[in-house]
């Protein structure tokens, strides 16, 4: 096997294209390194992007913010702009696993893992976000809902690789929210996950929203009903029932070693609504 | 009994300080040295083929390419560990669990283990050999593996315990049963009678450090093993017998033990490292990865109980009666029967009946897991209880009080108790302010009890005097927490010394006699019994020494703080002699000074204790935390307070983690789900708060210093303690552990269903 | 192909050997032959394998030995000075806040990094701060307890 660190996208890009056999980008490693030790994987090649300068930094302009591809989720928590305007992603983000994870782990890794619990997917998808890709065709950039395509399973094509990820610029009148289910406090796979993140208008009214879920299908999930739902409300009672309903209507849960189907339908309805809730906070609603 | 024990003593000059344990700057600086922390030179690197079926017999291995790998140097089957000494040592079914034989019993049972140059060729091997299997029938769930339909693992397993023989096969491997009076008739007696069954899943030790071991066999049959632990002469003697060694020809030293907690008190890969050795002529490393820890090392049982109790209502528990079953793996162990022997054991009863099922199951062999089986039993009648005392209307500690056992009950497994802790602890969590301590929303408060044995055993210690005066102890029990530190406390206090002039090192197999495990919560109270004797044997050589100094009687030379003191008309005005006077002569008079002791150290004390909880719930998710928690223990005597605290807290943690998340999931196909710390989910530092220890100290009437052990009692009252909290929050019972949120999330939404 | 990686370690410069797909931590504990970083899990579930990587708090199981060339990496080996103990270590002994003691390095190594960014850490910030580290002996705690002592001590200190 072999080891490389490119400095440059075009490099990586080479690097992947030419390869033969199992290769594997590297970011952050803490899902790459998980399936190489339980033998999941025996890579040829590793391309390491850490040290490719476009992937570390982020960059905020007036139409958003461009998060490099290895810049860490514990950094995302350092930038003030990116928390105003996206504290319902950066939370997210912050919520896979321990201060050590978050040393290293990355919302791109988070992503092409591909797993249907990751925590940033669902807000990502939620705030709108899209991905900037390197690949032998050169850049391209694709709505994020757009890269997963089944567990373990991406859109990218050989010889690609995610540069960074792009979110809009918030608004004052927008908030976005992200809300997990875990049975412990820390360290545990989302069972059940919702992000929300919707805009009102000067009289609280939502005018804009989004939902997604994560966990409860082989993909995380947008819910075009859910935001229906929202729309035009100032999150009355009857909304939020409808939100709920949205939500359970979407999902189509497995059960397995981390939740019953019955559970995750349950629990997906109660963090679509507190999650709604915090949005709305958030955007100025309460 | 030790016939040389009478009254404890009571004033303590060491015992009960606090100071700082010998082996902590080694721990916190990285040099202490664990089971993976040995190099020896040309030390190969061994891994274990583990099987991928619940159950299947071995139609073949085929190890031929994998021998013909560059860097492969050993290769072992059950070939290689032959059945004869096993049998004839009474290990066949250690051996079986180290190596399958003709069946795979369970997902990770292994087939074959390979010696090799690296990891890398260690494991490409693994992949080379060829294993056929014959897929069988498997049963994990214990309540089905008892049915009579269920696929039976062993065709030979004809219940022990019952009368007539059974003619038939069955997975259900034993029977013990345990009571006194008449439980139809104590039943008949009840105001009310209830009955239910009760459910715990399989909860593994979770210890942090995996098994590890290095071994080197000599081809003249000799041998060294490093290994972590709980107990290096039983590995010796266990691992010579499978191997047909001479135990005094190999020489068993115990790491520092990363956790244990029961887990480590078994083989699980030792004979098969040396076994590599053997083959390779070369040192192995074999050290399990966490997968392996979880799918192939001892886990505790799974039960199910059913249990039916009965009470008058003015509060007296007519009679008690439990048939508990319990997992054990695919051979049987022991552990049914102390569940059977521990469940009414903190009450007076009068008619009581226990019975306690050993079930074959195809999942890891059981092994202990601190205070083994009491858990389960205490989640079972101490639920029973508080339903029992919010049906007549009286206060759940009351309503135990009523009925608990004292100095002189008949305790339900048999013998009469003598002073015992129960009812001060019980009477301690009546006047804890954490009983009346408000409560918030969604919050509720459970108590409950817990017992266990404590064990004594073998043990053999020296003790020498150096000619500095400072000494030294060498003991055969594995220190799992601190009782380096005890032990010095202890010898201190004997021989009248400080602390800093005793240092306590363990001794490996070669050594010192005959120690038995660190279990059983036996370590510091055998252990501390035979260092005193040790350290009163050297005070006689000491005094002797004394006397001839001064040529007196030795009748006349008295030890008083750390020294000799003439008290005779004649020399008492001779300045008293220290240790260091005495011994910084010893060549001139008669030589080294040392005390030894071998001995079985009898009367361990039982001890009980009282948990309060509080739990808060959210009854929209059904995710509950602890919010407090208190631990009420007796410890007899506790001679380092600080570690006796830190064993009520390990413990209670790990009885909060078993009944709230901790469980073994299988598939349908028979294989462990979730064999990680991502999915066992132990608890983590932010799921828990502080954990208030009260020490409560009723002398054990059968130690020179009253000591009991205290390790284990700790984890039996969690899962009940939980489980009320639980119940006295939303009025629902929880009867399956963990109590996790799914289950919590299905109770509540029947109950309201009920009362709609 | 084995690989030649240049860190410091502990302050020094150190050179070894790898496999391109060798963890940091493998290559610590057997090439370098620092055995104060243990395994616990090897997936990054219990913390025992923590050092400081660029001085940040990593689980070096989950970093390749390859990753750390050029870096700077510190163990439990490197926190004393000299002979002197670290306030976490002294405590750690003092609280009794390590029973066997395979998790202390991992709980040492986030519990310095914690109160470098934040000195005087709530207990809930502590709790969270070391939710990455499993303890299977102690309940957590005295180890709550020593590193709030010691972040205490440490605040004294630096006046
Ligand atoms: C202890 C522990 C706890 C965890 N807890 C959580 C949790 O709570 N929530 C959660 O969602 N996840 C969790 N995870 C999983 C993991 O940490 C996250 O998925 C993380 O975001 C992955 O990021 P990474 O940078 O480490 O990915 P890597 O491991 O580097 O990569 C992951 C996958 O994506 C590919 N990849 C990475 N970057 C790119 C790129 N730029 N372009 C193309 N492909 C790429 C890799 O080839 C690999 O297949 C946990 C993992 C561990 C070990
Ligand atoms: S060994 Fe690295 S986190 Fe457990
Ligand atoms: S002290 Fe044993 S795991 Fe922490």
Request: net charge neutral; glycine share 10%.
């Amino acid at each position: 096997m072999l080891y490389q660190s490119p400095h440059t996208a075009a490099e990586a890009v080479d690097l992947l294209k030419k390869s033969k056999g199992s290769v594997h980008v590297l970011a952050g490693g803490s899902d790459l390194l998980v399936r190489m030790k339980g033998g999941f994987i025996e890579p040829d090649l590793i391309v390491d992007i850490k040290r490719i300068p476009a992937t570390q930094q982020i960059k905020a302009s007036k139409s958003g913010f461009i998060i490099g591809a290895a810049v860490s989720c514990a950094e995302l928590a350092q930038n003030k702009a990116l928390v105003k305007a996206w504290p319902g992603v950066v939370e997210a983000a912050n919520l896979i696993g321990s201060d050590q994870i978050q040393s290293r782990c990355t919302m791109a890794g988070n992503l092409c893992n591909a797993s249907p619990a990751a925590d940033s997917v669902p807000a990502l998808i939620a705030a709108n976000a899209e991905a900037v890709i390197q690949g032998p065709k050169g850049k391209r950039v694709i709505p994020v809902a757009k890269v997963v395509t089944g567990p373990g399973k991406t859109s990218l094509k050989k010889g690609e690789f995610i540069e960074a990820l792009k979110l809009p610029s918030g608004s004052a009148k927008s908030g976005d929210a992200y809300l997990r289910f875990i049975p412990r406090t820390e360290m545990d796979i989302a069972v059940v996950s919702a992000a929300v993140n919707l805009s009102i208008d000067a009289k609280k009214v939502v005018t804009d929203a989004r939902v997604a879920l994560g966990a409860v299908a082989p993909t995380a999930l947008l819910v075009p009903a859910g935001a229906k739902a929202l729309i035009g409300s100032k999150l009355e009672e009857e909304a939020l029932e409808k939100l709920g309903a949205a939500c359970a209507k979407a999902c189509n849960p497995i059960d397995d070693k981390r939740g019953t189907i019955d559970f995750r339908v349950k629990v997906a309805k109660v963090l679509a609504t507190r999650a709604a809730k915090a949005a709305y906070a958030r955007a100025g609603g309460k | 009994m030790n016939k040389e024990v009478k009254i404890p003593k009571m004033d303590f000059k060491s015992v009960g300080t606090r100071p700082i344990r010998p082996d902590g700057v080694d721990k916190v600086t990285g040099r202490a040295r664990y089971g993976a922390d040995l190099d020896l030179p040309g030390q190969l690197v061994g891994r274990v083929l583990r099987s991928p079926h619940a159950h299947a017999s071995i139609k073949k291995i085929d190890t031929s390419k994998a021998e013909a790998l560059p860097g492969v140097k050993a290769i072992v089957t059950s070939k290689d560990l032959p059945d004869a000494p096993a049998k004839a040592a009474g290990l066949e079914a250690t051996l079986e669990n180290c190596m399958a034989r003709k069946k795979v019993f369970y997902d990770g049972h292994a087939v074959a283990a390979v010696a090799a140059i690296d990891a890398k060729t260690a494991k490409q091997a693994l992949k080379l050999i060829d294993v056929e299997y014959k897929i069988l029938k498997h049963v994990t769930d214990v309540d089905e593996a008892a049915d009579p339909k269920a696929p039976v693992l062993h065709k030979d397993c004809l219940t022990r315990g019952v009368k007539p023989k059974p003619v038939k096969a069955s997975n259900i491997a034993r029977v013990s049963e345990f009571g006194h009076g008449n439980v139809k008739k104590g039943f008949k007696a009840a105001d009310i009678v209830l009955e239910r069954n009760f459910r715990t899943e399989q909860a593994h030790q979770g210890y942090i450090e995996p098994h590890a071991c290095v071994a080197s066999m000599s081809p003249d049959g000799s041998g060294e093993l490093w290994v972590c632990t709980q107990g290096h002469f039983v590995f010796r003697q266990q691992c010579a017998q499978l191997l047909g060694l001479d135990e005094s020809k190999l020489r068993v030293t115990s790491s520092e033990i990363g956790g244990g907690f029961g887990g480590k008190t078994h083989l699980w890969l030792e004979p098969v490292a040396l076994a590599l050795s053997r083959k390779a002529n070369l040192p192995v490393k074999l050290v399990m990865t966490r997968e392996e820890v979880f799918r192939a090392s001892g886990p505790t049982s799974a039960a199910s109980i059913d249990i039916k109790m009965g009470v008058t209502r003015d509060g007296t528990i007519t009679a008690g009666e439990a048939t508990l079953r319990y997992s054990s793996g695919p051979w049987v162990g022991s552990w049914a029967m102390l569940g059977a022997m521990t469940s009414f054991a903190c009450y007076d009863l009068e008619n009581v009946k226990t019975v306690g099922k050993e079930i074959l199951v195809n999942r890891p062999k059981t092994t202990a897991y601190r205070a083994p089986s009491a858990p389960m039993a205490a989640f079972a009648v101490e639920s029973m209880i508080d339903e029992l005392a919010a049906q007549i209307g009286m206060d759940p500690v009351d309503l135990r009080l009523k009925n608990v056992a004292r100095e002189g009950t008949r305790a339900s497994y048999g013998p009469v108790y003598g002073p015992i802790g129960i009812e001060p602890s019980l009477e301690a969590a009546k006047i804890h302010p954490h009983m009346s301590a408000p409560l918030k929303e969604n919050q509720g408060r459970g108590m409950a009890c817990g017992f266990w044995f404590n064990f004594g055993g073998q043990a053999c210690t020296d003790l020498n005097i150096n000619a500095d005066g400072s000494v030294s102890l060498t003991v055969g029990t594995i220190d799992v927490g601190g009782a380096r530190a005890s032990l010095s406390l202890v010898v201190a206090e004997e021989l009248g010394i400080e602390y800093e002039k005793v240092k306590t090192v363990i001794g490996d197999s070669a050594t010192l006699g005959y120690n038995e495990m660190t279990d059983g919560s036996r370590g510091t109270f055998a252990s501390s019994m035979s260092a005193i004797m040790s350290a009163r044997k050297a005070i006689d050589v000491m005094k002797q020494r004394a006397a001839d100094t001064w040529d007196v009687p030795v009748s006349e030379v008295e030890w008083v703080d750390g020294h000799a003191v003439a008290k005779g008309r004649k020399k008492s005005n001779r300045p008293p002699l220290s240790i260091a006077d005495i011994a910084s002569v010893a060549e001139k008079n008669g030589g080294p000074i040392a005390g030894h002791t071998e001995m079985v150290a009898d009367g361990a004390g039982v001890s009980f204790a009282t948990h309060i909880c509080d739990v808060e719930v959210d009854p929209e998710t059904g995710q509950t935390r602890v919010v407090r928690y208190t631990v009420i223990q007796d410890a007899g005597k506790a001679v380092h307070p600080t570690y006796v605290e830190g064993q009520f807290q390990g413990g209670a943690a790990q009885g909060i983690g078993w009944a709230l998340n901790e469980e073994y999931v299988y598939g349908d196909d028979g294989r462990l789900q979730n064999a990680g710390f991502l999915d066992y989910r132990i608890p983590v530092c932010s799921d828990l708060p502080m954990i208030d220890t009260q020490i409560l100290e009723i002398p054990n009437p059968n130690h020179p210093y009253g000591i009991r052990g205290v390790g284990e009692t700790s984890i039996v009252p969690p899962l009940a303690a939980i489980g009320n909290a639980v119940s006295n929050a939303f009025g629902v019972r929880m009867t399956h552990v963990p109590m996790s949120p799914p289950r919590i999330l299905d109770a509540l939404e029947k109950a309201e269903l009920e009362t709609a | 192909m084995s690989m030649l990686i240049s860190s410091t370690i502990n302050g020094d410069t150190v050179d070894f050997i790898c496999e391109p797909d060798e963890t940091l931590m493998d290559a610590l504990r057997n090439r370098v032959g620092l055995k104060g970083v243990k395994e616990g899990c090897g997936t990054g579930d219990c913390g025992a394998c923590s050092v400081h990587l660029d001085g940040k708090l990593v689980c070096s199981c989950l970093v390749l030995g390859a990753e750390a060339e050029g870096r700077t990496v510190e163990t439990v080996e490197g926190m004393s000075d000299g002979a002197k103990l670290h306030p976490l270590q002294t405590k750690f002994i003092e609280h009794a806040a390590l029973q066997c003691g395979i998790c202390t390095p991992g709980f040492l190594m986030a519990a310095q990094t914690l109160l470098e960014n934040n000195p005087d850490p709530t207990e809930t910030e502590i709790r969270y701060a070391l939710a990455g580290n499993l303890c299977r002996c102690t309940g957590y705690d005295k180890i709550v307890r020593a590193v709030q002592d010691a972040a205490a001590v440490m605040r004294k200190k630096s006046k």
